[in-house]
DNA sequence: CGCTTTGTTCAAAAAAGTTTGAACAACCGC
DNA sequence: GCGGTTGTTCAAACTTTTTTGAACAAAGCG
């Protein structure tokens, strides 16, 4: 449905239209939903700091969503607003290092999950110990262990991560 | 919805329960379905090689799911079918090595992914060199480098990733 | 062969996740 | 305070993904 009253904005010419269908693609492997991608896409593009409007305008995407989205992409800090001139709205920039991107990303939706798996599985472990039958118990115990090595192996690793890609 | 004629089947004992949820959550964490954390939870936990079968009575899911989970789960590397007793139908049993469980994700979710966003921002790249105003093709120029440059940490990260995990 | 068991496929149903838009809050300048 | 602008919230609509189940293929066994 073309908008009818459009006023043939701007809008986002082909080669813009590539990067955003990148990051769109890059969000979708994060598990992250599509117009997360639009919007950072947007904002890496352009030259200057944007405002919600402004993504409203050119995505064709309602306010709620691009509220919604800018508030996610300000958590993960792969957005901030712009600084300078002080303006009744507030322009918005993305953050362009990959180290913020990741850490940002590692904070948010991997060690919460990463935490809680491990809270989870000493739990698990204990529970394990209660078991009667020895052979069963054993068993349990052995891959339980494993799981514990798994999550300790992750801990370890994302640290590494963040300092390998911070260049 | 209690299964009428369920025969009362041995089903997940509470502490069964509590590691296949581990894995549904950790399946998530990684975009895949539920259904894959479940079967390989119950993998496992299990002593001893499953049936699709066996799968389908232990979660309450239909052959269908069984089976297209079984799959991922193989083609992943997270599940072999087991050796030894010929008999009709086949055992599965779970690999738990981290090493391979990582590995057959990044072969089979991440690099995909990594090559076909490598290649599109070449053509990106090229396509940039075409803009007439030479700002703006500085600009686009210096983004899609840094895209570039992304990318290639991502490639680099990935082998070192294996090896780490790999003890 | 014909019967049975095992497993796969795929269209349709269900569930999960995302986006919309209208109502509302917050703020600013007058 | 009032009118206008900017941004947030959240239930409902919509979209996408996952699961189901019935039909079907494959393969063993007598």
């Known amino acids: 449905m073309p908008h009818l009253l ?3 904005q701007p809008g986002l010419d082909s080669l813009e239209l590539q990067v955003v269908a990148v990051f769109v693609d890059g969000v979708r492997v994060l598990g992250l939903p599509r117009s997360i991608g639009e919007i950072y896409g947007v904002l890496f593009i352009s030259q200057n700091p944007l405002s919600l409007d402004d993504l409203v305008r050119l995505l064709h995407i309602s306010k709620g969503s691009a509220s919604q989205g800018l508030r996610m992409l300000k958590s993960l800090g792969a957005v901030r607003e712009a600084e300078g001139d002080a303006e009744r709205r ?6 362009i290092e990959l180290k913020r991107l990741v850490g940002g990303f590692i904070r948010e939706q991997v060690r919460p999950h990463l935490d809680s798996g491990k809270s989870k599985i000493s739990r698990l472990a204990e529970n394990a110990q209660e078991i009667r039958d020895s052979e069963r118990r054993d068993f349990l115990g052995e891959r339980i262990g494993r799981l514990e ?7 370890k690793v994302l640290p590494l991560l963040q300092k390998i890609l911070g260049q």
Chains 1, 2 share one sequence.
Not at 90 to 95: D, I
Not at 149 to 155: A, F, I, K, R, V
């Open 6 to 8: 459009d006023g043939d």
């Open 90 to 95: 507030t322009y918005y920039e993305p953050a």
């Open 149 to 155: 090595t798994w999550m300790s192996s992750g801990g």
